[in-house]
Every structure is written in C-alpha cells, then in structure tokens.
C-alpha cells in the first residue's frame, strides 16, 4: 500500500500567485495526496473563486482541508493547526507564492524514504532560488557538496552544522509525520520562523536529515519575510523575523553550547552579537538575559575570547615568529657591531642603540606573552 502525502499550502495575501502554487500540486503524478489549504486572515483572497478554480483542476479529485483562520496566528500557530487536520505518512510544507519543481516531485521524495535508514525523519532536495515572475534562476540554495557531507554525519554532527548554518529549505523538503509529532510538531515560542527549529530539534532527538541530489525539490519566488530590501526601513513582521532567529538560538542553541570546539563556540556567538546589534541599528532592543546567563556558565571561554582581541595586537608585532626572531638577531648583530665602532662615542648613536635594545625586549616580552598565551587556550580547547 502506497504513503500518503500531507501537502500544506501557506498562504497570507499572496492571491497573485496562488493558483500556480496550487496547480504544481494538481499536477502530481503520485495519486495519494492530500491537500491542506492554511490561510492565515488574508485580507485579498476570494475564497469561493478559489474553492471553484480547484474544482475545475482537481482531475485527480485529492482531498482538499480548507483551513481559513479568522485572525492573523502567524506562521508556526497555523501551521500547527494545519498539522491537525493530515492524516498522511509523510508532510511536505510550502508558501503560496512558490511552486513545485515538477509533477513527479512528490513521487521522488517517497522513493527515497523507501530507499532510506528508519531514522531518517526529513529528506530535502535543491531549492531553485527565482525573481518574482519565477523565470530566472538567481541562485540555487543547496551547494551539492555541502549537502553530500552532511550526509555522512551523525545527529549530532548534523546539530552542529545547523547551529551554524541553516542551508535546508523547509518548502524543498518532505518530514516524516510520526517524526514531527513526537517533537511535538512546530515550537509555537516562534511566530514566523518554523522551519530553523524545527531541523534543531530533529537533530537533538536523533533523527538523520538527508540531502537527495536527484531531487529538485521547489522553486521559490523572491519577496517572502526572510527577504527584504536593505534600503527600506524595517517592518514590524521583520522584527519579529530576525527576533524569532536570535531566540532559538537561545532555546535551541545555548543549552548545548559546550558539545561544540572552541571555534564553533566563537562562531555561534558572534552571530548571535551581530544579529542583536542588526536589530539595535534600527532602533529595537533586544533582552539578552539568556546571554548573561550563557556567559556565567561559560566563564573561562569567554575570558579566553576576550583575551583573543588583545591578541590581534600582538600579531601586529609577531605575524610570523620566524621572521620576527631573525629579525631581531640582526638587531642584535647590528648592535654589537656598532658597540665595537668609533661611532658610539656620539650621544645619539648611543641613544639609538639604548632604543633600540628597548625595543627588542619589549617585542621578546609581547612574543612570549602571545606564546603562553597560545598554550594555555590549546589546553582548554583539548581539556573541552
């Protein structure tokens, strides 16, 4: 007996493009397909042309949820009601105003469950990144090798990538159902982004994601949330975008911190710093409490990563060792030659020759300072 697929269509005031969306779903040769319809309050859509329009497309005749909430819940609340109402093996997640790649997509997602490990809860394919018209491909958001090495790893391996890089497109991607209830589906602590935390937790209740290169799984228009133009002021469902980012850093991130090297750890925070200064840029505060509490956990990393930024002054003094310690065995080859010669009976030869052995030492003390320096932070990433 044939999986069913869930197929869940996101729309919020995206009627212009809808009925293309819709029609990449009708056009599936996979029969076993269900499709939910999640309209989050649209304010432009005429749903009894819409309910008409798929009557006329339906020639599979699939079963069709409405689900048209009244009020505005947000991304994560919605879908999470959606997920209420499927009844498939398997759930495939995408917005209004893209498509699926072609009619066999679907068809190629359940083969390749079939042909994969029981623990492999998600399977994504490539996601085409297109203009508003979808007629011009701008960039494709899966590099191939990423994905292949991604593959290889654990959960846990898969974790830490993810903590620094979300390169996995919800609407490119098919979940298995029984996965997602037992994560208890979407983190309604997020009110936009349901996708990033949703790959976190995943990983953290060990599932494998896995990267299908022979699936080419959506074409995605520009112009949703996650984009905007830099040059126009932010608007308030940005801010609760980039918000919703920064906080399952916190939820998803900071509770796992010590499981990651001492240059991942860096990473991940200075991400997290510059997300917060992004936001403070356009005037939004941001409580960082969760941070503090971070770094009173993580005393001693962070005390090594303060001491990094005095660091960069040292290296203006010693980039190479080598060449910094040739350089000054000339020094002192030069000093004793002029020591020995008639010129340091001149005062100011003997003042160049005092600077200069000041110098010297002051560079041996900041070349020893970096030395230890080093010793002790390899000790501590090896002891973490």
Same mark, same amino acid.
């Given at each position: 007996?044939?999986?069913?697929?869930?197929?869940?269509?996101?729309? =919020?005031?995206?009627?212009?493009?809808? &009925?293309?969306?819709?029609?990449?779903?009708?056009?599936?040769? =996979?029969?076993?397909?269900?499709?939910?319809?999640?309209?989050?309050?649209?304010?432009?859509?005429?749903?009894?042309?819409?309910?008409?329009?798929?009557?006329?497309?339906?020639?599979?005749?699939?079963?069709?949820?409405?689900?048209?909430?009244?009020?505005?819940?947000g991304?994560?609340?919605?879908?999470?009601?959606a997920?209420?109402?499927?009844?498939?093996?398997?759930?495939?997640?995408?917005?209004?105003?893209?498509?699926?790649?072609?009619?066999?997509?679907?068809?190629? /997602?359940?083969?390749?469950?079939?042909?994969?490990?029981?623990?492999?809860?998600?399977?994504?394919?490539q996601?085409?990144?297109?203009?508003?018209?979808?007629?011009?491909?701008?960039?494709?958001?899966?590099? /191939?090798?990423? *994905?292949?090495?991604?593959?290889?790893?654990?959960?846990? *391996?898969?974790?830490?990538?993810?903590?620094?890089?979300?390169f996995?497109?919800?609407?490119?991607?098919?979940?298995?159902?029984?996965?997602?209830?037992?994560?208890?589906?979407?983190?309604?602590?997020?009110?936009?982004?349901?996708?990033y935390?949703?790959?976190?937790?995943l990983?953290?209740?060990?599932?494998?994601?896995?990267?299908?290169?022979?699936?080419?799984?959506?074409?995605?228009?520009?112009?949703?949330?996650?984009?905007?133009?830099?040059?126009?002021?932010?608007?308030q469902?940005?801010?609760?975008?980039?918000?919703?980012?920064?906080?399952?850093?916190e939820?998803?991130?900071?509770?796992?911190?010590?499981?990651?090297?001492?240059?991942?750890?860096?990473?991940?925070?200075?991400?997290?710093?510059?997300?917060?200064?992004?936001?403070?840029?356009?005037?939004?505060?941001?409580?960082?409490?969760?941070?503090?509490?971070?770094?009173?956990?993580?005393?001693?990393?962070?005390?090594? &990563?303060?001491?990094?930024?005095?660091?960069?002054?040292?290296?203006? /003094?010693?980039?190479?060792?080598?060449?910094?310690?040739?350089?000054?065995? =000339?020094?002192?080859?030069?000093?004793?030659?002029? =020591?020995?010669?008639?010129?340091?009976?001149?005062?100011?030869?003997?003042?160049?020759?005092?600077?200069?052995?000041?110098?010297?030492?002051?560079?041996?003390?900041?070349?020893?300072?970096?030395?230890?320096?080093?010793v002790?932070?390899?000790?501590?990433?090896?002891?973490?």
């Amino acid at each position: 007996m044939k999986k069913k697929v869930s197929i869940i269509v996101i729309h =919020y005031n995206q009627s212009e493009y809808v &009925k293309i969306a819709l029609d990449s779903v009708f056009q599936q040769s =996979y029969k076993e397909i269900e499709l939910i319809f999640a309209d989050d309050a649209s304010d432009d859509i005429d749903l009894n042309d819409l309910k008409k329009y798929c009557q006329r497309k339906n020639v599979n005749k699939m079963k069709i949820v409405w689900q048209i909430n009244s009020t505005n819940l947000g991304t994560v609340k919605s879908l999470n009601q959606a997920l209420t109402k499927c009844t498939g093996d398997y759930v495939l997640i995408f917005a209004a105003d893209d498509k699926l790649y072609s009619n066999d997509v679907i068809e190629k /997602y359940v083969d390749s469950f079939e042909k994969n490990e029981q623990d492999v809860a998600l399977i994504f394919g490539q996601c085409y990144m297109m203009d508003k018209e979808l007629n011009k491909l701008c960039y494709k958001f899966i590099d /191939y090798n990423k *994905g292949e090495e991604f593959n290889q790893l654990s959960s846990l *391996g898969q974790f830490k990538v993810l903590s620094n890089e979300c390169f996995i497109a919800m609407g490119a991607s098919m979940v298995k159902m029984d996965a997602l209830k037992k994560i208890h589906n979407f983190d309604e602590r997020y009110k936009y982004v349901e996708d990033y935390s949703l790959f976190l937790n995943l990983s953290l209740n060990g599932y494998k994601m896995i990267f299908d290169p022979k699936i080419n799984g959506l074409f995605h228009r520009d112009g949703g949330i996650s984009h905007r133009d830099e040059n126009r002021k932010l608007e308030q469902h940005h801010i609760d975008f980039f918000k919703d980012i920064i906080k399952i850093t916190e939820i998803c991130i900071f509770p796992y911190f010590n499981v990651f090297d001492y240059e991942n750890k860096n990473k991940i925070v200075n991400t997290y710093v510059q997300r917060i200064k992004d936001l403070s840029v356009h005037g939004v505060t941001y409580d960082i409490s969760a941070f503090r509490k971070l770094k009173k956990k993580n005393l001693l990393f962070f005390i090594f &990563k303060r001491i990094n930024k005095v660091d960069d002054i040292f290296k203006v /003094y010693a980039k190479e060792k080598i060449n910094f310690l040739l350089n000054m065995v =000339y020094l002192l080859t030069c000093l004793i030659y002029l =020591y020995n010669s008639v010129f340091l009976k001149k005062f100011y030869f003997r003042f160049l020759i005092i600077l200069s052995c000041c110098f010297f030492f002051v560079n041996l003390i900041l070349f020893m300072i970096r030395f230890i320096y080093h010793v002790i932070r390899k000790i501590v990433v090896f002891c973490n």
